[in-house]
Structures are given as C-alpha cells and as structure tokens.
C-alpha cells in the first residue's frame, strides 16, 4: 500500500531522479526533460501555492517512506477536473498506478462540485490506458495534438462520472 502525502523539499532529489527517466519523462506533457533542481524548486514552490489556495491538490506517492511517483488533481482552464500520475520505472507493473488513481478518484469525488474527472494519455502509452480503463474510465475521444519539447503527439481523453465511479465502488 502506497501513501499520498504533501509534496515537500525533501522530495526534491527523487523527483529530478524520477523524471530525469525518460522512459518515466516521455509519457508526460508538463515536465521538462531533462529535468533539472531547479526544475523541482519551481515544481514544489509552484505545488506549496496550490495546495494552499485549493485549486489543485499534489502529492508525493510514498511507498516505506521513500518516494515512488507523484499525483495530482487540477482544474483544467476549460473548467474540466483532470488526474495524473507517474511512478518511478522500478516501480511499474506492481499495482501502485492503479492504487494511486483509485485513491485520487476517492478524493476529487469527494468534492461536490466534482462530477467529471479526466485522463488524457500520450497515444501509445498503453500501460497508463490499463491503469485508467480498470479504474472505470472510458474512452471519449482522440485529442491533442500536444506538444512536448517540440515533438507533436497525439493523445487520447478518458472520463469518469461520478454516477460510474460510485456504481463501481458498490
């Protein structure tokens, strides 16, 4: 079992170490690659003020104290809710994706005013389209294109209602 804690500097060494993977940095539109300290001091200073102000809500994926990924829920500035997620590579295929977005699931539904949750994934990410299928996300459409240092990718965009995810967790 993984736990989803508030992002502070102590994270700051794994996060550059995990995203400065790029078989982890590839699937990720935000994240810069190479990912640098200053990278991370702009990402933790950036997540300080969102937690604060209630916007959007981050966390260090812990597992035994250590970090393994990271997590967040944001509104989008088309007003719609999106999740992400990213684990470390020596963590993948063991479950902690799917746990983690359940959990982030159990707490964006939380929110009232939270009726939709979205997941966009670079197309050929397979592995997170598992992920986000099991948690009972469905296909919406093709999306994107999306640009990553430069490198236009196509994407696709997955929903979850809260009506679905409540018929799910009965």
């Known amino acids: 079992m993984v736990e989803l804690v508030k992002y ?3 994270h700051r060494a794994d996060i550059v170490m995990i995203l400065n993977n790029e078989n982890v940095a590839k699937w990720l539109l935000s994240p ?6 200053k990278d ?3 990402f933790l200073d950036k997540c300080s ?3 604060e102000n ?10 035994e104290g ?5 997590t967040g829920l944001k509104k989008a500035k088309d007003g719609k809710t999106e999740v992400g997620y990213y684990i470390a590579e020596e963590h993948w295929n063991k479950g902690y994706g799917t746990e983690v977005l359940n ?3 159990g707490i964006g539904f939380a929110n009232p005013e939270i009726n939709e949750i979205y997941a966009e994934v670079f197309e050929g990410n397979a592995a997170s389209e598992r992920i ?3 948690c009972g996300f469905r296909f919406l459409r093709e999306s994107g294109p999306l640009t990553k240092n430069g490198i236009v990718h196509k994407a696709r965009l997955f929903v979850i209602s809260k009506t679905e995810y409540d018929s799910i967790r009965k």
Do not use: C, W
């Not at 250590?66 to 990271?70: E, L």
């Open 8 to 10: 502070s500097a102590k």
């Open 32 to 37: 810069p690659f190479p990912y640098t300290e």
């Open 40 to 42: 991370a001091d702009y």
């Open 49 to 51: 003020q969102i937690n």
């Open 54 to 63: 209630g916007i959007s809500v981050h966390f260090a994926v812990e597992k």
């Open 66 to 70: 250590r970090m393994i990924g990271g």
């Open 103 to 105: 959990r982030m699931l």
């Open 132 to 134: 986000i299928l099991k």
